[in-house]
């Protein structure tokens, strides 16, 4: 199966800090990508989809690079409850199922 | 509501012995999936369904089962022939495959004793 890679981090930032993650996906021909949020032990939740002309919701912006085969997720303004892992998915361009990467966590101190 | 039900939600079982997950949504979706969670790591797909009476094998589907009778329910076996078997599975849907966004159960945690 195709690869979809995030650095695992973690990523530690004070309140109000802005945060970047970047993921990278192996498959040239992928459609659709996602955001979700993984709260410690729970299942993940849909954040946001990814569009081709970048896309915001609040303090939270994700855009795609189809030419360098990436997608990054911004945070403004971290607030503590957005202490989470971070999941990246990529449907398949043949299968279209979901591929998921590993996660990058994320710690919000005050 | 409508939604995803996993049960259960702890288990527990030793080593050898078949145990079956439970995954039932009322979402009327085609789409549904099993994937298995190991400790800091991402989820890794079991086997999924596009439509009822049919299933595929995802990435790491040996020494599970599923089953698709029907549209809403989707359960997963975990059968003594899974050599690590202690993990969180999480079973999804979506509308169809690649059609968006999966909605989630609140997952089963198997521990193997």
């Known amino acids: 199966r195709k690869e979809v890679e995030q650095d695992p981090g973690p990523f530690n930032v004070p309140e109000g800090a802005t945060v970047a993650f970047n993921c990278t996906y192996s498959?040239?021909?992928?459609?659709?990508f996602f955001w979700y949020r993984q709260d410690c032990r729970k299942e993940p939740k849909l954040l946001m989809s990814?569009?081709?002309s970048g896309n915001e919701d609040g303090r939270f912006t994700a855009q795609l690079n189809r030419a360098s085969q990436y997608i990054s997720l911004l945070i403004r303004d971290s607030k503590l409850s957005d202490s989470a892992t971070y999941l990246c998915?990529?449907?398949?361009?043949?299968?279209?199922?979901?591929?998921f990467g590993r996660g990058t966590s994320l710690i919000v101190h005050p | 509501d409508g939604g995803i039900t996993q049960s259960p939600k702890y288990l527990f079982r030793k080593e050898g012995q078949n145990v079956t997950l439970s995954c039932e949504q009322n979402l009327n979706h085609d789409a549904m999936y099993w994937y298995r969670q190991d400790p800091g790591q991402g989820l890794r797909l079991i086997y999924y369904?596009?439509?009822?009476?049919?299933?595929q094998k995802g990435d790491i589907a040996e020494g599970y089962s599923v089953s698709r009778e029907k549209k809403e329910s989707f359960p997963l076996t975990v059968t003594s022939a899974q050599k690590n078997p202690t993990a969180f599975y999480l079973c999804?849907?979506?509308?169809?495959?690649?059609?968006?966004?999966?909605?989630f159960g609140e997952g089963s945690r198997l521990t193997v004793l």
């Open positions: 999804a849907s979506s509308v169809r495959t690649g059609a968006g966004e999966l909605f």
């Open positions: 498959n040239s021909a992928s459609q659709s």
């Open positions: 998915v990529v449907n398949d361009g043949g299968s279209y199922i979901p591929t």
């Open positions: 990814v569009y081709s």
């Open positions: 369904s596009q439509i009822v009476n049919d299933f």
